[in-house]
């Protein structure tokens, strides 16, 4: 047998005894005082939940295979041929009526997405460990301010939002979308809260003593211990502007900016307005291709989320 | 010369608390220097100033002879050991003790000569490449003490080294951090809230109660000559037994009972009349064989035994006697209520530690020698020790 083999094989026999230890471990529901019948009422409710929450996803993957007529004419929960799935997707890449491409618009999404995600986490994390572990006059006020934007709805500002970016001249500019994209207060506030319960003082005081530099306390010391919450920082700002709608429609006039987003807005509008004969398909199968990545983001960074990070560096 | 001094150091919380009063405290080089109290004295935030952990709000912290106050901890070359050993937990235990002298930037093939030989003396090689998650309390403390002395530092501070260690291992380790202490010889800053462990270790120690300095000497002065009645409550296991007595002449009235004073007399002339705090250790009273008399300073006390702990190899025996109780009511008021409504209803005011073998049974009376010597007496207004006698 080969290395690997013998390997996964290793890896399967662990994972099988860790199955049995949590079985073993799992408590009948009388010990916590609950009746078998309000369990079973309660698992009823989550799951009719659950179906109201996927029910529109499984529609979008089995309208995605569709004709416009069968989306419209067959019934929502089943397929019915012709089985047309890849056609759309090879049209959904083709520039179709001049409006700017999907593929084109998913790029935008893309760029806008990472480089937004990646500035709002850098600055999440610089700013959550500075108001956790620094005092400093006027913190406190400071952190009050920048949550006070967590209650702002965007909606509220889009027009003097747009007043000021016409004079800085940030309409039409991919600027005008990422730099707003990095500020996101609710990253900042977990940053705080996380570095807080999860990073002792002690530990940053031990690093002094050793004669660290703060940046070097921060990058070798703190951040290393951050890096759960980083993630989640990270997945919730991608998150935010991946979906992100009304922003780029206020500052963007020009179609080759065009997040998906809008863009798919756009055709929706079209649809509506002229009838035209194949845009359905299109708009079912882009929203399907649009929340494909966040799945796989959320799957990748999954591993990070793991506690036991402390282990041994602190006794209670 | 002096490796730590302080001089009237102070620090008062931004709350208005204030947690440490204008001490003095001199830590010789070499010497190992205890600060004990109980917990809210401001022992630790004393060691923390001298760290630079702390700010300082009035009074000076010197190292050798540069004052330190405004010059940052890593600047300070202080080693410090947190009581709960603060260890990174993603690097190695090697990463762990190098990493001083990474940001120090020793080359690395001193580095690891460093990192090995302060693993060695503390029996860490074989423990080098595992994170501290995979170490027991012992291994983790000991990890702590080597990120310290790897630095060769001028002082060195630790904070509670030992109290996170179950009882058996904090004994070995005590002897351990003295061993190590010898072979650096570096000026030593300890903090600890246990008296033994101040007692056995400490060349000099500094009691501290309410940020006050109580005392600062050694072991043996402590227990044998406490400045005032603070410091002899709080030295010695199990306390001191502390009675409310009248000096009468050549006698001393404890309760109804009065205890022939012998040559302690000339000491109390000042007092004769009045109210004094008389002191006994547990250890100094014995249990009458019928031996007779003895010397000149020895008197008898009867009391009546409530509760007898044997602990194999001696035995404490709770008696009360009808002398009203100065230490427990002290302590009760500074303990707070819940522990004072337990020993108000303490049918004990008093200890001795005999040895076990004697056949003292609860419910019995018994008569107990005291070397009125020995005897330590307090002011009551003043709580300070009436000047002792030289020997």
Redesign the interface.
């Known amino acids: 047998m080969s290395a690997a083999a013998m390997n996964s094989q290793t890896r399967r026999e662990r994972r099988r005894r860790e199955r049995l230890v949590e079985r073993d471990a799992a408590i009948p529901v009388e010990l916590y005082g609950l009746k078998r019948g309000t369990v079973t009422a309660l698992t009823t409710c989550c799951v009719l939940f659950a179906l109201f929450t996927l029910a529109p996803v499984v529609w979008v993957i089995i309208n995605s295979t569709k004709t416009q007529s069968n989306i419209f004419g067959s019934f929502g929960f089943w397929f019915a041929s012709p089985f047309e799935f890849f056609h759309t997707f090879a049209n959904l890449f083709r520039d179709i009526d001049g409006d700017g491409t999907y593929a084109n618009w998913f790029l935008n999404t893309v760029l806008y997405s990472l480089s937004g995600g990646i500035g709002a986490t850098v600055l999440a994390v610089l700013g959550g460990y500075g108001f956790a572990r620094f005092e400093f006059r006027g913190s406190k006020a400071f952190f009050a301010i920048i949550i006070a934007g967590l209650l702002v709805p965007i909606t509220l500002v889009a027009v003097p939002l747009y007043l000021a970016y016409a004079k800085v001249h940030l309409i039409n500019s991919v600027w005008g979308m990422i730099l707003p994209s990095m500020v996101v207060p609710v990253g900042l506030y977990l940053m705080r809260t996380y570095v807080e319960l999860s990073i002792p003082r002690e530990l940053i005081d031990a690093a002094r003593i050793d004669g660290a530099s703060e940046l070097r306390i921060f990058l070798r010391i703190a951040l290393p211990l951050m890096v759960p919450g980083l993630m989640t920082v990270l997945l919730l700002s991608v998150a935010g502007t991946w979906n992100n709608y009304i922003l780029p429609l206020i500052i963007f006039s020009n179609n080759q900016l065009f997040p998906v987003t809008v863009g798919m807005g756009l055709w929706s509008q079209h649809a509506g307005n002229s009838g035209d004969a194949n845009l359905y398909p299109l708009l079912v199968l882009g929203g399907l291709v649009t929340i494909v990545p966040m799945i796989a983001l959320f799957a990748l960074l999954q591993r990070y989320w793991r506690g036991g990070l402390l282990l041994g560096s602190v006794a209670n | 010369m002096s490796a730590i001094s302080m001089e009237k150091l102070s620090k008062v919380y931004s709350s208005g608390v204030s947690a440490l009063a204008g001490l003095d405290l001199e830590v010789r080089d070499g010497e190992f220097v205890v600060l004990v109290g109980p917990s809210g004295c401001g022992k630790t935030t004393t060691l923390r100033m001298v760290?630079?952990?702390e700010s300082i709000t009035s009074g000076t912290v010197r190292l050798g002879d540069l004052v330190v106050n405004d010059v940052?901890?890593?600047?300070r070359d202080?080693?410090?050991v947190?009581?709960?050993?603060?260890?990174?937990?993603?690097l190695t235990v090697a990463e762990n003790i190098g990493?001083?002298l990474i940001?120090?930037k020793v080359p690395k093939p001193d580095r690891e000569r460093r990192v090995r030989s302060a693993a060695a003396a503390l029996g860490l090689m074989d423990l080098l490449g595992r994170?501290?998650?995979?170490?027991s309390?012992g291994q983790?403390q000991r990890v702590a003490m080597g990120?310290a002395i790897v630095?060769e530092p001028s002082v060195f501070l630790m904070d509670e080294p030992l109290s996170?260690l179950d009882a058996k291992l904090r004994v070995r380790m005590r002897s351990e951090v003295l061993r190590v202490h010898k072979a650096i010889g570096a000026a030593t800053l300890y903090v600890t809230h246990d008296q033994v462990e101040a007692m056995t270790m400490g060349d000099r120690v500094a009691v501290l109660h309410d940020g006050e300095l109580q005392q600062y000497a050694t072991p043996r002065e402590l227990y044998d000559r406490p400045a005032n009645l603070f410091v002899a409550e709080f030295i010695g296991s199990p306390e001191m037994n502390l009675y409310e007595a009248t000096v009468t002449g050549d006698e001393l009235l404890l309760g109804s009972q009065r205890l022939s004073l012998g040559p302690a007399r000339t000491l109390l002339a000042p007092y004769r009349g009045r109210t004094v705090i008389a002191g006994i250790r547990p250890e100094h009273l014995e249990l009458d064989g019928g031996a007779g008399a003895g010397h000149a300073g020895m008197a008898t006390l009867v009391a009546d035994v409530r509760v007898v702990e044997e602990l194999g190899d001696e035995a404490h025996v709770f008696f009360s006697i009808d002398a009203t109780a100065a230490g427990a009511s002290m302590l009760a008021a500074a303990a707070g209520e819940a522990e004072a409504g337990l020993l108000a209803g303490a049918t004990h005011n008093g200890i001795a530690r005999t040895n076990s073998r004697s056949a003292v049974r609860r419910g019995q009376r018994v008569t107990f020698r005291v070397d009125t010597e020995r005897i330590h007496f307090f002011d009551p207004d003043t709580s300070m020790a009436v000047p002792r006698m030289p020997r």
Do not use: C, D, I, T
Request: no cysteine.
């Open positions: 760290a630079g952990l940052s901890p890593r600047q202080v080693a410090m947190f009581q709960n050993y603060a260890l990174y937990p993603h990493f001083a940001n120090k994170k501290p998650g995979q170490l309390g983790r990120r630095r996170n």
